[in-house]
Every structure is written in structure tokens, then in C-alpha cells.
């Protein structure tokens, strides 16, 4: 099979995109189109491609198929927020499974790829109006935001721009996002992000909706988990932030805890190509090529926050400062990390199984 007529799906909607929406992962369908195929529906098709196993099945329809017809799954969803296909169950019926963001070589025998990372303003709705990385850096450059006295300038110290979110795997660092918040009492860090303060029932009709779509995935939620702390109180929180870009470059201080101690999210890289110096938990970072000097770490606690602060000069925070800025400047940088070159490298491995 040289040219493959492939039916493209997934978990979430507007896989393809739309007239505003740019899709889930658009650089994998324009890569995939360079290489000579082609995208149709379930019935015309020769070849699937999932983004997130979708929940539905396709059983029926696929035994319909020939045995020969090859399936893929590209794990975008962590563990911690998708844990159902991530189990042999949900694998075993994949000819090969990409999974994005995580460290180790051990799960499910996937192929693993960094986070695909791309500009996104509004966190919660990507943009066709949203520029490249090298466009993005490029405009900072140009206005200042990688200098010293735009940074000693900033008006704000520390911000934290995470939801209110659960895990059905029992992910504890959902809980430290909570824990943390809770205990900032004195409101020395801005909190911005949906179901932090405001009407619960929205937030309680989301976890509904989580419990309910994990249950018919195929997995049992761990309730405890993901409803402790959840419905508390969080006095000093903001709301929704519609630039999480512009909002950065105010800053001094990105406070980061990811999505899980195995995984790297876009995170860290919005508090690079934004100047802000993050202060992190979650893994060692090195592991994926980004260098460890070029962020602060501590244990995801109030306590741990204001540790790994004391002893730091002026100094050590230019020297931290520099570090990050000349990463996201390299070419490794946008080789290794751009949505364009993982999902290049991911079309090109799909393509050539196809082919052979």
C-alpha cells in the first residue's frame, strides 16, 4: 500500500477542524497529505487513525474490514486524564500506538514522542489565528519581552494558570494543584483558571461528565481521588484568563505543577517563549532534551515554593533567565518540540508502515 485512504477519529469533536478551529492535530493531516494520502470516511477507507481512542466502538463496522486493515492510536490525553487507553485491553487493538509527552519506555510498548507544542492564546480553544513558535518568539524579540529590565519591570511575582481539574487514575498532582491553592492564603500567587471559585454546579456537572465518559471507556474511577478537595473553598483564585500568553509576560514567576510526575505538557514552554521564569513540579526534564538549569524546581507545597526561592540572587535569576531564552532560541528547540516536527515524525513512521 503506497497512498492510503485513511479515516481519521478520536475522543473529542472536529477531529478535522472547521472554519475557525484548526483541529486536533493539523500538522499530522497536512504531513500525512505531503506523503501522498488522502483522508475519507469509515467505509472508503483503508487505513484508521486515532487521536485519543475514541469510546465508541467500532467493533461492527470493523469486522466488516479485512484483517490486513491497520489501525493507529496517538495517545495525546495523559493517563492521568484518558487512563483506559493506556491498558493492553485498548493497545492490543492497534498495529501501533504514539504517545506524546511521557518518559517512560514502558508503557504498552508505545513509541514516545515529546509534547506536541504549539502557540495557543486561549488554552481551551485553539485558534487559526494563532501564530507559529518562531513567529511568536520572533515578535517577543522584537519587543523587548527576553530583556533584563522588561523582566525587573513586571509588576507581577508569581502566577499559577491551571483548572480546577480530577483524575480517574487517582493522579495525585491534580490533588497538589488543589492543596496548593487552598494554602495560599496570603494570595502570594495569582490563580487563574476555570472551576476555581464561582457557581459548583458547572464544575460538579463536569465531573459527572468525566465519571460517566471514563466509566464507558472501559475504566473504574478512582472516586476518592477525584472528588477530594475538589468542591472547597478557594478564596484567593481569579477566573478564566482568555490570554494565557499576554497574561505571562506580566509576570516574573510561571508556578508549575504538570499533569503527572511522568509526563511533560506545554506548560514549561509557554513560561519560556514568554520570558517568565517557571518554578516547577513534575519530572526531571532532561530526559527529553530540556536543560534542567533553565527553571527552578520544588516539591508543589506553599512551604516548597518559598524554599526554593531563598539564597536565589539577582544573579541566578539572569543566569536562569538566559538559559531558557537561548533554548527556546535553538534550532534543537524547534526540531525536537515544534507540533510540526513531532507530527512530521509521527506521519513519516505511519507512512512508511503503510508502505511496506
Known amino acids: 500500500m503506497i497512498m492510503a485512504r485513511i479515516f481519521l477519529t478520536g475522543s473529542a469533536?472536529?477531529?478535522?477542524?472547521?472554519?475557525?478551529?484548526?483541529?486536533?492535530?493539523?500538522?499530522?493531516?497536512?504531513?500525512?497529505?505531503?506523503?501522498?494520502?488522502?483522508?475519507?470516511?469509515?467505509?472508503?477507507?483503508?487505513?484508521?487513525?486515532?487521536?485519543?481512542?475514541?469510546?465508541?466502538?467500532?467493533?461492527?463496522?470493523?469486522?466488516?474490514?479485512?484483517?490486513?486493515?491497520?489501525?493507529?492510536?496517538?495517545?495525546?490525553?495523559?493517563?492521568?486524564?484518558?487512563?483506559?487507553?493506556?491498558?493492553?485491553?485498548?493497545?492490543?487493538?492497534?498495529?501501533?500506538?504514539?504517545?506524546?509527552?511521557?518518559?517512560?519506555?514502558?508503557?504498552?510498548?508505545?513509541?514516545?514522542?515529546?509534547?506536541?507544542?504549539?502557540?495557543?492564546?486561549?488554552?481551551?480553544?485553539?485558534?487559526?489565528?494563532?501564530?507559529?513558535?518562531?513567529?511568536?518568539?520572533?515578535?517577543?524579540?522584537?519587543?523587548?519581552?527576553?530583556?533584563?529590565v522588561n523582566w525587573l519591570g513586571r509588576?507581577?511575582?508569581?502566577v499559577f494558570i491551571a483548572s480546577n481539574k480530577t483524575s480517574p487514575s487517582g493522579n495525585r498532582n491534580y490533588f497538589m494543584r488543589r492543596k496548593l491553592?487552598?494554602?495560599?492564603?496570603?494570595?502570594?500567587?495569582?490563580?487563574?483558571?476555570?472551576?476555581?471559585?464561582?457557581?459548583?454546579?458547572?464544575?460538579?456537572?463536569?465531573?459527572?461528565?468525566?465519571?460517566?465518559?471514563?466509566?464507558?471507556?472501559?475504566?473504574?474511577?478512582?472516586?476518592?481521588?477525584?472528588?477530594?478537595?475538589?468542591?472547597?473553598?478557594?478564596?484567593t483564585t481569579n477566573g478564566f484568563v482568555d490570554d494565557k500568553h499576554e497574561l505571562l509576560q506580566g509576570y516574573k514567576f510561571n508556578v508549575i505543577i504538570e499533569n503527572s510526575s511522568m509526563i511533560h505538557t506545554e506548560k514549561i514552554f509557554d513560561a519560556f517563549v514568554n520570558g517568565t521564569i517557571p518554578i516547577y513540579c513534575g519530572p526531571e526534564l532532561d530526559s527529553f532534551g530540556i536543560p534542567n538549569n533553565a527553571y527552578i524546581r520544588f516539591d508543589g507545597s506553599i512551604k516548597g515554593l518559598r524554599e526554593s526561592l531563598e539564597g536565589l540572587e539577582a544573579s541566578d535569576f539572569e543566569r536562569i533567565r538566559n538559559e531558557s531564552t537561548r533554548f527556546i532560541r535553538s534550532a534543537e528547540f524547534q526540531k525536537q518540540f515544534s507540533a510540526e516536527s513531532v507530527y512530521s515524525q509521527i506521519a513519516t513512521s505511519i507512512s512508511h508502515y503503510l508502505s511496506n
Open 181 to 235: 491553592v487552598k494554602e495560599n492564603l496570603s494570595g502570594e500567587i495569582d490563580v487563574y483558571g476555570i472551576g476555581w471559585r464561582g457557581d459548583r454546579s458547572n464544575l460538579l456537572l463536569t465531573v459527572i461528565k468525566q465519571i460517566l465518559f471514563t466509566v464507558r471507556s472501559g475504566y473504574t474511577p478512582r472516586l476518592y481521588w477525584m472528588l477530594t478537595g475538589v468542591f472547597s473553598h478557594f478564596p
Open 155 to 158: 509588576s507581577g511575582n508569581l
Open 13 to 148: 469533536k472536529d477531529i478535522l477542524g472547521s472554519s475557525d478551529f484548526p483541529g486536533v492535530a493539523p500538522e499530522l493531516i497536512k504531513n500525512l497529505k505531503l506523503l501522498g494520502h488522502s483522508f475519507t470516511d469509515f467505509d472508503s477507507s483503508e487505513a484508521m487513525i486515532s487521536l485519543n481512542h475514541p469510546v465508541f466502538s467500532f467493533a461492527q463496522k470493523l469486522k466488516k474490514k479485512e484483517k490486513e486493515y491497520p489501525k493507529f492510536l496517538i495517545r495525546i490525553e495523559p493517563d492521568s486524564v484518558f487512563p483506559a487507553q493506556f491498558s493492553k485491553r485498548v493497545t492490543s487493538k492497534y498495529v501501533k500506538t504514539f504517545t506524546l509527552g511521557y518518559f517512560s519506555n514502558d508503557i504498552a510498548q508505545p513509541r514516545n514522542y515529546p509534547t506536541a507544542y504549539r502557540i495557543n492564546r486561549n488554552p481551551l480553544i485553539p485558534s487559526l489565528q494563532d501564530p507559529s513558535i518562531s513567529t511568536f518568539v520572533q515578535l517577543n524579540e522584537k519587543n523587548g519581552v527576553f530583556e533584563k
